[in-house]
């Protein structure tokens, strides 16, 4: 269709936004000197281009009379090209509008998507002239739709269990699942896989990112694929990979189907640099859009990127129009799609100035205080690669943060390190020491011992090193210090007795992350001893080595099991999932509460036992008075022995003398009575008052 012009717009809503008599566009071009609308057919054949005639502090905008929703578009934006000075316009290159809600096409590698000749050599940056339109994403316009209603289902933090997973690493090999919905987000509506994540007992999905990404040029020329998906082009959408015709009604169907059964969805997101990479990357939207505006760059080398996410490039979170393009991308996802929360890789790009992090960033304070946002779950990554980007516990109050000091105290300690006691107890008391300075809670340490970067559980107890060859980068890559072990061999074994203090090893990591203060998180395939053959960051393996190996769920039914009962445990007892950090003895609102680490003979820890030790006592109770001011003691002691050998621990005498045995790691752990037990070595036990049993 061709349309007779274009009339001046509006700049209040960015993107395309459709009515009754036609469509406004609006776009963010501040050092732009024109901006094209070039219009498509369903063929990707161009039918129509219309300069936007309006320009307002760098907002242009045209509304366009009788175009109407299915329109395909793109943008061309004319002005200097100086690289040297940062500025990257090139008309020949089609841009995706960072705004859209619905795109249509992938992006493709030709050497049209980059904005110079190459190869560039220094200061010999000529312009490329190549066309790039048959190589990217075309816009979509969206009609206004009614807004779904979600029903959300209503979590406090403190009964969360997250779960992470990536949809195509998750779905790919599930025998339940038919080829269409391998891979796809459909494959989550699933009604097998949504009574197994109940059955499993998890309250929060995690879903990797899902935005429409690139796979990095580097990749394709080796055959691989990003599996991971931090890489994304665009904000708004969902990647083509993951959806069919509808992406977004997909998305929201997914997400309806995974409410109705009780789990909320959490989405993780990068908004700290595109896939557009570094200097010599494509260009495919924000770098040909305002490249100074949208991206961090050097002050004296305005050419140069700053690359504090470690992908070539980041985000400029101080400039009010990134932050607008975050703060209406974080609104679409939780009010029009349905996401109950969000996870921010690399978040402490999103408070970063020119001259570091900053707690009280403005862009980290509009997302904690949109109301359009209120509700939603915020945890942050707090760290990234460029200089004092390590920001463990130092985020905003409304945030939760991911806590790698968890991880690391918790394998060092069970991998039989000396000296971690006094670490170890302060991680699994939900991280005080980190959190309870800003008024935070316990909630607000997500407590991990793997997540999707670095070894899975069964190969962090196979493996003492990586085995990352598949990634073709010479096994340089991925995490060099696991703390893991290999209990005696390197990789997968016959041998029964390794096997056994394999699994041994797995339930006590487990049972220390579910018992623990804080917020759990697990990731998928943990609980029944997925691999990926010592490959530490599958990153690019988006095949059978990033895919879930789920034959393997059924070489032990058992250990699987005893993960759902570690899971029930933590919802049935209140006092491993305290809302509030306890201190010694603190009063509540049902009497008082206290906790207590004690040496395996029942006495308090010493000063010198913390520095010595391998075996500790939590306990924890909680008294309620009666009217005859006789109290009820509810208590529940955790027993942890990392040492070889076994021990005999004890219980205060004053504490009832009869205790239940809720939950233990080792068959060779036995009660000895009166309070005492004979505790394996490399094992942790879970007991109970006899008032509660």
Known sequence: MIFAGILAGTSGSPGATCDDQGVNFTLYAGSAEAVELCLFDADRHPTAHHFLPEQSDGIWSGYLPGCRAGQRYGYRVHGPWSPAEGLRFNPAKLLIDPWARRLEGRCQWSPAVFDYEQPAGAGDWRRSETDSAPFVPLGVVEAPAARRVFRRPAIPWSDLVVYEANVRGFTMRHPDLSEAERGRLRGLSNGRILEYLKTLGITSLELMPVFTMVDEEFLVARGLRNLWGYNSVQFFTPDARFTGDDGVAEFRDMVESIHDA??????????????????????????????????????????????????????????????????????????????????????????????????????????GGDPELEGARLIAEPWDPGPGGYQLGRFPVEWA????????????????????????????????????????????????????????????????????????????????????????????????????????????????????????????????????????????????????????????????????????????????????????????????????WLRPDGQPMRESDWKAGQRLTLRYATYAEQKDDSPVVEAVALLFNAAVDAAEFSLPKELPPDWGMRFSSSPATAPLGAGRWQVAGRSLLLVRSAAEE
């Not at 978040?347 to 960033?361: C, E, I």
Request: hydrophobic share 30%.
């Open 401 to 596: 943060e991911w806590t790698d000091r968890f991880r690391d105290s918790v394998r060092r300690f069970w991998r039989g390190d000396h000296d971690q006691s006094s670490e170890f107890a302060r991680r699994i008391h939900g991280s005080a020491d980190l959190f309870e300075p800003s008024g935070r809670n316990p909630t607000a340490s997500i407590n991990f011992v793997t997540s999707h970067d670095g070894f899975t559980l069964r190969d962090l107890v196979s493996y003492e090193h990586r085995r990352n060859e598949a990634n073709s980068e010479n096994n340089h890559d991925g995490h060099a210090h696991n703390y893991s072990s290999n209990h005696g061999v390197e990789g997968e074994t016959d041998d029964a007795a390794v096997n056994a203090l394999r699994r041994q090893q797995r339930l006590n990591l487990l049972a220390t992350l579910l018992f623990s203060h804080g917020t759990p998180m697990l990731p998928a395939g943990d609980e029944f001893g997925n691999g990926q053959g010592g490959n530490n960051n599958a990153y690019a393996q988006d095949n059978e080595i990033g895919w879930l190996d789920w034959q393997r769920a059924g070489d032990d039914v058992a250990f699987t099991a005893e993960v759902c009962k570690l899971v029930q445990l933590r919802k049935t007892l209140p006092l491993l999932r305290q809302a509030r950090y306890v201190h010694g003895r603190m009063p509540t609102d049902r009497g008082w509460c206290d906790i207590e």
């Open 262 to 367: 009780g789990i909320e969805v959490l989405l993780d997101v990068a908004y700290n640099h595109s896939g557009e990479s570094g200097l010599h990357g494509p260009t495919f939207s924000l770098r040909g859009i305002d490249n100074l505006a949208y991206y961090r760059t050097e002050p004296a080398a305005p050419g140069v990127y700053v690359n504090d996410s470690g992908c070539g490039n980041t985000l400029n979170a101080d400039n009010p129009r990134v932050q607008r393009l975050v703060l209406d991308s974080l609104k679409y996802w939780h009010r029009e799609m349905g996401v109950d929360g969000f996870r921010f890789d690399l978040a402490t790009v999103l408070g970063r100035t020119s001259s570091g992090y900053l707690k009280r960033h403005s862009l980290l304070n509009r997302i």
